[in-house]
């Protein structure tokens, strides 16, 4: 198939670009392959570039013969595009529609993204599991890399390479793997090297209404316990919701069977209740009412905060089991997916300073998501089979060049090699301005106030380099006066 043939109009005059708390920019409008690009005509320096990926949907509304397309973006923006003659619109709102909802992935514009910078690392072998694993090899003889998935046949959803208990074999994995929810038999997820407890997740254990049990599951999470040790399963369902997953063939763990365990029901919603938060969230912030009472309104009504709430309480939990009970942790859901992958990843961050730097921030990124799947492929199986290595080029070849690297840090991060307890409580809880608020305002201003905590932070360090020097200066004065004393 040819792009050409999707684009009915590649190119439309006169086009008013409307965007929440900006102001208009007339140009013309353009529709390539990939992307769509809007070029003002009274300023040279003000462009579009909007990938047709990027496009979640779009709204089509007429007034006599001006038509107007509102394009919702997946990264929270909101454009309006007034456009000149019914035919035009309706051929440019159609053309986007096909470009944004490709059928085949190998038509998307990664494959045909070509770096204009040079690889100096090949990211898509920054953090193999071999690599990454070689860590824990030299902290502890417990666990080992297992390939019994190598096929995916026994986890399609699991990446080739797993750690699991050195004493269990991969038959006894291979039946652990019939009794869990699409195969995702327990895996080790973190390493605790201050006590040696760790962190694992899992699908949902398939015991049915009849309470069907697998002693070899009971046998892998077992070995990851200490002696005299007890162990904590952090389900990220309601009790509830789990007992009515007894009646479709899932369930959770009895304590009849699994008496070294406690399980603590912490409720997470799902994927599909988050999304409808966020997008009353998005509403909410792209408001032009300037009524504060309404706002605050909205943003109670989408209760993401109080879902951002509930995630970090159960990721404290789970950090807490480990770091201060002593205690190994597995946390599952129904899947072993979005809600489970919330808090293991934030767990990690609250318990290991590493995950707080770039590149091990990338690295549980890496090993706890895109494992799983991205838009490009939904697991390791399918990313190899699109051969992603060989014909796209990896986000962190990018990242990872140090005069980007740059672009990325935290001016004000300061190292904690401790655990960092976050709080929890309502006012505690902010919403991200840079994240849901980054389009609605002038990035001008948030240059122009970034540049200035730059100078902050460098005019403070010179004052701490000045204030060194005035002690050192000062206690040699003292010596030498200590000296002129003595006799």
């Known amino acids: 198939m040819e792009f ?7 190119r439309v005059d006169n086009v008013v670009l409307h965007r929440p708390f900006m102001s208009r920019v007339e140009g013309t409008l353009c529709l ?3 992307h769509l690009i809007l070029s003002s005509r009274q300023d040279s320096n003000e462009e579009l570039w909007l990938l047709h990926s990027n496009i979640d949907s779009i709204e089509k509304r007429f007034v006599g013969t001006l038509g107007t397309v509102i394009i919702k973006c997946k990264d929270l923006r909101i454009i309006q595009l007034d456009i000149p003659g019914m035919e035009e619109c309706l051929n440019i709102a159609s053309s986007i529609e096909a470009l944004s909802t490709l059928d085949s992935v190998t038509l998307m514009y990664p494959f045909f993204y070509r770096p204009m910078f040079e690889l100096i690392e090949d990211g898509w072998n920054t953090f ?23 096929d995916f046949n026994v986890c399609p959803s699991y990446p080739p390479i797993l750690a699991v208990p050195k004493s269990i074999d991969d038959d006894t994995i291979r039946k652990v793997a019939t009794f869990r929810h699409a195969g995702r038999f327990p895996v080790l997820s973190y390493y605790h090297k201050k006590n040696g407890m760790v962190m694992m997740r899992s699908g949902q254990p398939l015991t049915g209404s009849n309470g069907r049990r697998c002693k070899e599951d009971e046998q892998l999470i077992n070995a990851t316990l200490r002696a005299g040790k007890r162990g904590y399963i952090i389900d990220t369902r309601s009790i509830n919701v789990a007992q009515q997953a007894k009646a479709r063939g899932g369930g959770f763990e009895l304590e009849a069977h699994y ?31 300037h009524n504060m009472d309404r706002w605050l309104s909205k943003l109670e009504a989408s209760n993401w905060l109080t879902n951002i709430k509930e995630i970090l309480t159960t990721a404290c939990l789970a950090a807490q089991c480990i770091d201060r009970e002593g205690a190994s942790v597995l946390v599952h859901g129904t899947e072993g997916t979005d ?18 730097t770039i590149r091990g921030f990338e690295s549980l990124v890496e090993r706890e998501w895109l494992q799983f799947g991205t838009f490009l492929g939904n697991n390791s199986f399918e990313r190899g089979k699109l051969k ?77 380099s000045k204030v060194s020097t005035l002690h050192r200066q000062l206690a040699e004065l003292e010596t030498e006066d200590v000296q002129l004393e003595t006799p």
């Open 32 to 34: 390539t392959g990939h």
């Open 259 to 289: 008496p070294q365990w406690r399980r603590i029901h912490k409720t997470i919603e799902r994927s599909n209740i988050l999304q409808e938060s966020l997008i009353k969230l998005v509403e909410a912030c792209n408001d032009q009412s």
């Open 4 to 10: 050409a043939e999707l684009i009915k109009t590649p």
């Open 388 to 464: 992603l290595p060989q014909k796209t080029v990896s986000l962190w070849s990018w990242v990872n060049r140090p005069q980007d690297t740059e672009r990325f840090l935290n001016p004000l991060f300061e190292a904690n090699s401790l655990v960092i307890w976050p709080s929890v409580s309502p006012q505690s809880l902010l919403l991200w301005e840079g994240v849901f608020l980054r389009w609605n305002r002038s990035s001008k201003c948030l240059d122009e106030a970034y540049e200035e905590m730059i100078h902050i932070i460098e005019h403070n360090k010179e004052l701490q």
């Open 339 to 356: 809600s489970t992958l919330q808090v293991t990843s934030l767990a990690q961050i609250i318990l290991d300073p590493t995950s707080r």
């Open 128 to 150: 193999l599991p071999e690599q990454s694993f070689k860590q824990i090899e030299s902290l502890t003889d417990e666990w080992r890399l297992s390939y019994v998935n190598k």
